[in-house]
């Protein structure tokens, strides 16, 4: 069993940055592929990014370039930093591990565990 709890969302001006964090409890994290999700009002989640659990990383296309996933398995956290945010970035941001290997890492039904979500809103 994995908790996950997100932090570090807000209200960010366009072309601003945040930083998003992702706190893991629970065994054998550094396991499990680690990714970003998220879902805007009346659309369905969308995939962000993921980080496997050997560091390969792969992004959406929306957020090549200007997001960065990393962890940190002696803490079990995981982290996207964001830069140049837009107001189409704006959305409830979700974190989530999974267990399976050789899977498509973008779809959602790959992961086991969900945190709660962060609300990032990016406006002037």
């Known amino acids: 069993q994995v908790q996950l709890v997100e932090s570090g969302g807000g209200l960010v001006q366009p072309g601003g940055s945040l930083r998003l964090s992702c706190a893991a409890s629970?065994?054998?994290?550094?396991?499990?592929?680690a990714g970003w999700f998220r879902q805007a009002p009346g659309k369905e989640r969308e995939f962000v990014a993921v980080?496997?659990?050997?560091?390969?990383?792969d992004y959406a296309d929306s957020v090549k370039g200007r997001f960065t996933i990393s962890r940190d398995n002696v803490k079990s956290m995981v982290y996207l930093q964001m830069n140049s945010l837009k107001p189409e970035d704006t959305a409830n941001y979700y974190c989530?591990?999974?267990?399976?290997?050789?899977?498509?890492?973008?779809?959602?039904?790959?992961?086991?565990?969900w945190g709660q979500g962060t609300q990032v809103t990016v406006s002037s």
């Open positions: 629970g065994r054998s994290f550094s396991t499990y592929a």
């Open positions: 989530a591990a999974g267990s399976r290997r050789y899977v498509d890492l973008s779809r959602l039904d790959a992961y086991d565990y």
């Open positions: 980080i496997s659990w050997n560091g390969r990383t």
